[in-house]
């Protein structure tokens, strides 16, 4: 006699927008990011029957049938990544995270404007995917982003996927950042290079595409748990 208990739903993680590192109580660093392509892959995700968490940025909408927990600075998606990453099978890191942030932000208070210069001193962000690697189980699935200029793109995407250990990784070009669009690629771990069929297309349209991907991957490495 087989068991016909049908197999639960994928869950996904997917992480969007941009960190905000504060540099008093009033100014931060950030970044560009609008997190609309994260927030797509979420929302991609759960149309096709995944259960979905979005790790969301500053000014990240929330999307319709999604989890969503907010974050702020790269320590508070890191918190968070930490306690939900145990619980899904896949990851999908869309999020902007910033590469460096002020090393003594004023404990309170507005610094005061001057006419003197100010310099800032800046420390790196630890790498959050590093961070990830031990509480990663097998059958779990980790998809990254990079973000560069077109003619870099491919050659760093491809690097990074091989340094960071990813399963697949998605090759989005820097030119695209805040239009409606989107001209990337999925490069997966076998060094295979899959693009959507109309090219260049809305980000949602792309997001619905890359979930086509993913979620297959992600089903085929949780059954064999590997």
């Known amino acids: 006699m087989t068991d016909s208990t049908p197999p639960r739903p994928l869950r996904a993680l997917v992480t969007a927008g941009p960190t905000h590192e504060p540099i008093d109580a009033v100014r931060y660093l950030g970044n560009r990011s609008s997190g609309r392509i994260g927030r797509a892959i979420a929302g991609a995700l759960a ?4 259960e979905v968490t979005l790790l969301a940025g500053p000014g990240v909408a929330e999307p319709p ?8 600075t ?7 990544l930490r306690q939900q ?28 404007r001057t006419d003197a ?13 590093a961070g990830l690697a031990s509480l990663t189980r097998p059958g779990q699935t980790v998809v990254g982003f990079a ?9 760093s995407a491809r690097e990074k996927l091989v ?24 490069v997966t771990a076998d060094g295979s290079a899959h693009r959507p069929a109309a090219g260049r297309c809305s980000k949602e349209a792309f997001a619905d595409w890359l979930a086509g991907m993913l979620m297959p991957m992600a089903e085929r490495r949780r059954a064999l748990g590997a």
């Open 85 to 112: 990453w145990p619980a899904h099978d896949l990851l999908v890191m869309a999020a902007a995270v910033a590469d460096f942030r002020p090393a003594a932000p004023a404990a309170s208070g507005k610094l005061r």
């Open 163 to 186: 340094r960071k250990g990813l399963h697949a990784i998605v090759a989005n070009p820097i030119e695209t950042m805040e239009s409606a669009e989107v001209d990337g690629h999925l």
């Open 117 to 129: 210069r100010l310099t800032l001193e800046l420390e790196p962000v630890p790498d959050l995917l």
């Open 65 to 72: 049938h999604v989890r969503t927990v907010r974050f702020r």
């Open 47 to 50: 149309s096709r029957g995944a």
């Open 147 to 155: 973000l560069e200029p077109a003619e870099d793109l491919d050659r």
């Open 74 to 80: 790269a320590n508070d998606l890191d918190d968070a």
